[in-house]
Nanobody
């Protein structure tokens, strides 16, 4: 089992920045990738970004490319999501997730095995 705890959410104005963090504990040796997803009420949870644990390769949703950056800290077993130039449409609950399967980064939520409780990000217009 892997436990995930997100932090760093909050309220920010359009154009502002926030940095989300996700700390992993437990069987962290099984982590292959860590990803960020987001969800708004009534909508499906959507992929935002992910990073491969071994080589640090990344993948982003088109909607956040150039604005968000995902990074990892292998010593602290943590992953961060730096979010710049935030827009009202970025408002959502953001979830950290772990994929224990080896291979390419997946953008499908069903491929991820462990999830945090989420942290709310609200961008005011």
């Amino acid at each position: 089992q892997v436990q995930l705890v997100e932090s760093g959410g909050g309220l920010v104005q359009t154009g502002g920045s926030l940095r989300l963090s996700c700390a992993a504990s437990g069987r962290t040796s099984i982590i292959s990738k860590m990803g960020w997803f987001r969800q708004t009420p009534g909508k499906a949870r959507e992929f935002v970004a992910a990073i491969k644990w071994t080589d640090g390769s990344t993948q982003y949703a088109d909607s956040v490319k150039g604005r968000f950056t995902v990074s990892r800290d292998m010593v602290m077993n943590a992953v961060d999501l730096q979010m710049n130039s935030l827009k009202p449409e970025d408002t959502a609950r953001y979830y950290c997730a772990v994929d224990r399967h080896w291979g390419v980064i997946s953008t499908f939520r069903d491929e991820y095995d462990y999830w945090g409780q989420g942290t709310q990000v609200t961008v005011s217009s």
